[in-house]
């Protein structure tokens, strides 16, 4: 376990506890008497001895900071101690000594494993009352589970995932610094001449994560028009299975281009601040609609009023993702529709209809906002088929379609009191 993550052990013997009480909870509510969580298993490439990636299970990592543990089991039965079962090389046992001691202090049973199958030997051996939790349903099946990733089950455990404990928010906050050191070495080199490649390079050793290490590949594009270079990095990174994504864009000279992304920005950190307790997801999303069509106009780039612009939904060809997800364990995590434990889905506003962060805002929830102007030709192209391509200025799309994408994304925790912006003082 790295020195960062030993820092936490306070923290995480909280969490756990925290996890114990909730699964075991979930346990009765569904009649269960055992709950094995897999972390997955190795993908090979078709006709190949080469694999895929790993990352494990979410709900697994919820538990355990070992997202590159593949083969791992957590099963957790009903009223006795959790058992880990780990598949592990003899190097990364000893490496896991500093957690399995931490886990063993809190009553864990530690088993280990040197094959896949050998997993059955630590199952029950009658499963009416036993769920498989996992990707794995060949696995389930082989196994002889006959619950299966149960839907209430996952309702439960996806409507409490959206409030973090102190544990989750001290990974994602380090992860957030992972991500703006990339970032921070990634502008270095951009800002120096430097190749998107090398860029990509930079972030990679700014972050100090391998790219199978990060919770999604890292989108680096740069452009060049007129005299102007810009790079745009949707970059994330990942800390004991947590997830942080930051967005930024760099310029190299003052034009439209870099007025256009201070004013995102100027956006964004408007957002956030709407983002407190009380507050309907959906109102933020229509004030960030409202926004973008003021720039759209301001820009020159459509050419019509701002709330026409609204009304007619042509934000839609220049922005056509909301501006919020919520983020954790996964870069978009989950639960951002979900009104309560049984899973009510909370329905989207008649003028928001494909709106998928519908909750109310409240503390312990961590978002990704931000805001973007988006030149993507598909959607340009149905917008020049449209009713609407004569109220398009399309000479000065065209300017900025040519640098691409303008955008600027935070990570922020909402505090009861206030917000903490991780992107931009993470921790």
């Known amino acids: ?24 909870q979930a346990l009765a ?46 099963v957790l039965r009903e009223q006795q101690a ?50 498989y939790l996992g990707e794995h349903i060949d696995v389930a099946k082989a196994l002889g589970f006959e619950h299966i990733n149960p839907e209430s089950l996952i309702n439960f455990l996806n409507y409490r995932r959206v409030i ?19 970032q921070e070495l990634a502008a270095q080199a951009f800002t120096g001449g430097a190749s998107e490649f090398t860029c990509w390079l930079a972030y990679l050793r700014g972050s100090g994560l391998r790219e199978s290490e990060l919770p999604y590949a890292v989108q680096l594009q740069q452009r060049q028009s007129a005299g102007q270079r810009l790079m745009l990095i949707d970059g994330g990174a990942d ?55 003021n720039l759209l106009c301001a820009f020159g780039l459509i050419k019509l009023a701002p709330e026409d612009i609204v009304e ?28 309560d434990e049984r899973g009510t889905p909370i329905p989207p506003p008649a003028h928001l209809p494909q709106l998928k962060t519908t909750l109310t805002v409240a503390p312990r929830q961590v978002f990704r906002i931000g805001m973007g ?8 192209q149905r917008l020049a088929e449209s009713r609407h391509r004569r109220q398009i200025d399309w000479q000065r799309v065209e300017q900025f379609r040519l640098l691409g994408t303008i955008r600027v994304e935070d990570n922020v925790v909402v505090r009861a009191n206030h917000s903490d912006n991780l992107s931009r003082v993470a921790g």
């Open 1 to 24: 376990m790295t020195p960062a993550w030993l820092e936490l052990a306070t923290l995480y013997q909280d969490h756990i506890q925290l996890l114990q009480q909730r699964y075991q």
């Open 29 to 74: 509510r569904e009649s269960l008497t055992t709950l094995a969580i897999h972390a997955g298993q190795l993908k090979r490439h078709f006709f190949d001895d080469r694999v895929y990636p790993f990352k494990a299970n979410p709900y697994f990592c919820q538990w355990l900071p070992l997202p590159q543990q593949p083969q791992s089991w957590l």
């Open 82 to 131: 959790p058992l880990l079962v780990i598949h592990a090389t003899p190097t990364e046992k000893l490496l896991l000594q500093p957690l399995l001691r931490q886990l063993q202090g809190l009553g864990w049973l530690i088993d280990y494993i040197n094959t896949p199958e050998a997993i059955e030997r630590f199952l029950p051996y009658h499963k009416q009352q036993a769920a």
């Open 164 to 182: 973090k404990s102190d544990y989750e928010l001290a990974c994602i906050g380090n992860a957030a610094r992972r991500a703006l050191a990339g």
């Open 239 to 293: 800390f004991a299975g947590y997830a942080a994504a930051i967005t930024r864009t760099y310029c190299t000279r003052d034009d439209d281009a870099a007025d256009l992304m201070v004013a995102l920005e100027q956006v964004t950190l408007a957002l956030v601040g709407h983002l407190t307790p009380g507050t309907a997801y959906a109102d933020i999303e229509s004030l960030a609609q409202q926004q973008l069509a």
């Open 312 to 339: 007619q939904r042509l934000t839609q060809y220049f922005m056509p993702y909301e501006s919020a997800c919520l983020v954790g364990l996964q870069a978009r995590d989950v639960g951002a529709y979900l009104a």
């Open 373 to 380: 102007v988006y030149f993507i030709d598909s959607l340009l």
